[in-house]
Structures are given as C-alpha cells and as structure tokens.
C-alpha cells in the first residue's frame, strides 16, 4: 500500500486531477444553488432540468464537457444555455486545483479552503444577480470556519503539538479572525456613512469579511478590503471605458441569466455588488498573499521590537 505522499511524488498529476474533476462537479452543484437558493427552492430535489420540464440526462449533465458537446444548447428542445454554467464549473475546478497546490504539506487546510472557496463563488454569483448575499454563505460560512478550526488545527498553521492545544489555538485564532475582521469593517462603514451621509458598504460585507477571517484570521481584513478595493477599481475603470469606447451600455462583462432565460440585471450605474471583489481579496489571501502578509508582520515586528 502506498501512502498518500508516495502517492504523490510517484504521480505528481494523480492528485491534482482529483482535484479539478471534484472541483468541477462541486462547480456544477453551485450553479444549482446560486439559481435556486435566492429563489428560494429545494437544492436537492427535484433532480436537474431543462426550463422547458424535461430531465437532464446525467451523460448530457457532465461538469464543462456537457456544454461543449452541447454547444451550448439543450437536447430536448435546443434552449442556449448561459456559458456562465460551464465557466462557474471551469473556475471551481481551477481554483480546487490551485488550493491543493497551495498547501502541498497540509491536505486538510486545503480541503477547508475548498469549502471557503466553494460559499465564496455562490456567494458572489448570487450577489451579482440579486445585490445581496444569503446568509448561509455569510453567517453559515463563518461558523462553518470556526468549527473547522477546531477540527482541523492546521488551517491556522497549528501543527506539531497536542491536538487538544492546537485544536484550541487554532479556534480561538479563527474566532478573532471573525471579530477583528467584521469590526474593522464595521468602523470602516460607520465612519464612512458619518462622512459620506449615506450607504456606503452593506452590512452583507460585514458579515462576508467575519466569514472569510474565520479562515485566514485576522490578517485576511487587509487583503479582502485592499485587494477587494484594487479589483473593484480596475474591473470598472475597464467597464466604464469600455462603455466610453464603444457607446454600449455595459454589465461589466457578466451578464447573468437564469435557466428559465430571464436575464438578471447587473446593477452597474446605481449600485454595484462588492461582496465578489472581497470574495476575491479573500481567496487570493488565503491561497497566496498570507505568506507575505506574514513576513511582512514579521519585519514589522523586527522594525519595531528592540532586539537585545
Ligand atoms: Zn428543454
């Protein structure tokens, strides 16, 4: 019998290819929720359909390949499907695929990042639909980090020691991740509704950086907000100039639309979702950005800290 590090060194590919084909069935699972939870409908039952009644057989059900073969359009009566289907599949797998390679020495902190990454992308399709995010992937997602912690010490790093302390370090690291993260943000829109006299971030986003810091712990604030903002900026600096360019009225390139066909509105003009540019601040803290965040803190440390 092989372990699982032999495993991998003998088949470098064998894991990583679990991994995207989990990813994309996982992917195929969240455009089930992100269509039906907001509406809210059983995930479970019935099985999936077309809009015009018929069952979906499973070979014409296959995460990416199916839409391809398709091209995009249903057997039974030729309806397109949106390409955000296989694009959202294509993106689970890959991101599924980058977690793993991320944490080569802990396959179980990848896993909770599987689970982080897979409420991120429903919880941000959703956003982008209906400008607001369920709480099962704000609140839900949060508790689910905190309990991980426990579970799985080594999504903090705690490793090595008593299971019992590192279980215990790790929760309480996740727990003031999930306090620190929603209080910075909190103060952030207070104080910016005191200057500005008006909205300026939901309190969705409050309760979405508390989830995500429940992963990474505190540090993950930083990134979600600047890396969020920094995203946010550039996609509609690019949006508007596109529309500039061209005279078209524009959705920032992601135009949703439902299986029944209806399109969903992208608010762009009046009101723009941010929870995907946290979501996205969030992922690329947890899967690259927390080894400089670290090192930075370190330095920090060294600047400030008098070394005997
Ligand atoms: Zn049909």
């Known amino acids: ?69 398709l091209r ?3 057997r039974c009566c030729g309806r397109p499907f949106s390409i955000r289907y296989p694009a959202i599949e294509l993106l689970t797998a890959l991101l599924f695929v ?41 609140i839900g997602l949060g ?4 309990l991980l912690s426990f579970a799985i010490p080594s999504l903090h790093d705690q490793h090595g020691g008593l299971f019992i302390v590192d279980s215990m370090r790790a929760g309480l690291l996740s727990m003031l991740g999930v306090i620190v993260g929603s209080g910075f943000v909190l103060w ?40 969020g903002s920094a995203i946010g900026l550039t996609w509609f600096s690019l949006a508007a100039l596109y529309g500039k360019l061209t005279g078209k009225k524009t959705h920032a390139g992601l135009k ?25 601040g969030g992922v690329i803290h947890f899967l690259w950005l927390h080894r400089w965040v670290a090192e930075l803190a370190e330095q920090a440390k060294d600047l400030f800290l008098f070394q005997p």
Request: proline fraction near 7%; include cysteine.
């Open 1 to 69: 019998m092989m372990s699982l590090s032999e495993t991998a060194a003998a088949f470098p590919w064998f894991f990583p290819s679990v991994a995207f084909f989990f990813g994309a069935c996982i992917g195929s699972f969240l455009n089930v929720c992100i269509y039906r939870i907001p509406a809210e409908k059983s995930i479970v039952y019935p099985g999936s359909h077309c809009a015009c009644g018929k069952p979906v057989a499973w070979h014409d059900n296959i995460p990416i390949l199916s839409w391809i073969f």
């Open 72 to 74: 995009g359009h249903a």
């Open 98 to 138: 980058a977690c793993w390679l991320a944490f080569p020495e802990a396959p179980g902190k990848a896993v909770c990042g599987w689970v982080l990454i897979s409420a991120l992308i429903a919880g941000s399709f959703i956003d982008l639909d209906h400008m607001i995010i369920p709480d099962v992937f704000t």
């Open 143 to 146: 508790v689910c980090g905190v």
């Open 188 to 227: 952030f829109v207070l104080i910016m509704e005191a200057i500005l006299k008006k909205e300026a971030m939901g309190f969705g986003d409050v309760k979405l950086v508390g989830a995500i810091c429940a992963f990474t712990g505190w540090q993950g604030v930083f990134s979600a907000l600047g890396v």
């Open 256 to 280: 949703a639309a439902t299986p029944d066909g209806q399109p969903a509105e992208l608010g762009l003009s009046v009101q723009f979702p941010f929870g995907p540019m946290i979501a996205m």
